[in-house]
T-cell receptor, first 116, second 114 residues
Framework: ETGVTQTPRHLVMGMTNKKSLKCEQH?????MYWYKQSAKKPLELMFV???????ENNSVPSRFSPECPNSSHLFLHLHTLQPEDSALYLC???????????????FGSGTRLTVV | GNSVTQMEGPVTLSEEAFLTINCTYT??????LFWYVQYPGEGLQLLLK?????DKGSNKGFEATYRKETTSFHLEKGSVQVSDSAVYFC?????????????FGTGTQLKVEL
């Protein structure tokens, strides 16, 4: 399988639940990202991992906890979420290069999360 | 800081009409520029890109030219189809020591009707 795969595609969880979103890439990329896409809002960058190290955390609440065990896998652990956290969560990967590059991101199809 | 500005949508066109979605950017230096497309219920897909001034990216009948003088990267298509209905995102990127940072515009929704 190629590209970026996200599971599950849809998730409904209660505010007291704990769940995890999974992202997997088979492109040989060394950077991975989590984005949140809410209705009528710009894409929000949540976390950036480069070479398995977290390099950016854009003031995301602690109820979201990322994990990057290796360069092919990225998780987003969720606990005690709020209804306003309902959104499409997108994972992406890219190749970091030392020189200027034309490398964009390859996105997964996203996980549609609904918090009830 | 770096930013991308897109025309607001939704843009509604009849099938076979000509499409332009404007995109301008603000950046220090010369970024790479991208257009992404998001079909309903899906993630973003790379549509086309350009890495230096005067480059033209093209794919699936869509084109965009990197204009350094006007800091623009407008998306065009000569004849749209109903299947082109989607949200289109303009983006720029710089490579930094901390990763390949992609800055997106807010997206422009395109609706194509028969």
């Amino acid at each position: 399988e190629t590209g970026v795969t996200q599971t599950p595609r849809h998730l409904v969880m209660g505010m007291t639940n704990k769940k995890s979103l999974k992202c997997e890439q088979h492109l040989g990329h060394n950077a991975m990202y989590w984005y949140k896409q809410s209705a009528k809002k710009p894409l929000e960058l949540m976390f950036v991992y480069s070479l398995e190290e977290r390099v950016e955390n854009n003031s995301v609440p602690s109820r979201f906890s990322p994990e990057c065990p290796n360069s092919s896998h990225l998780f987003l652990h969720l606990h005690t979420l709020q209804p306003e956290d309902s959104a499409l969560y997108l994972c992406a990967s890219s190749q970091d290069e030392g020189a200027l590059g034309g490398y964009g991101y390859t996105f997964g199809s996203g996980t549609r999360l609904t918090v009830v | 800081g770096n930013s991308v500005t897109q025309m607001e949508g939704p843009v509604t066109l009849s099938e076979e009409a000509f499409l332009t979605i404007n995109c301008t950017y603000t950046a220090t230096g010369y970024p790479s520029l991208f257009w992404y497309v998001q079909y309903p219920g899906e993630g973003l897909q790379l549509l086309l890109k350009a890495t230096k001034a005067d480059d033209k990216g093209s794919n699936k009948g869509f084109e965009a030219t990197y204009r350094k003088e006007t800091t623009s990267f407008h998306l065009e298509k000569g004849s749209v189809q109903v299947s082109d209905s989607a949200v289109y995102f303009c983006a720029l990127s710089f490579l930094t020591g901390g990763g390949n940072k992609l800055t997106f515009g807010t997206g422009t929704q395109l609706k194509v009707e028969l």
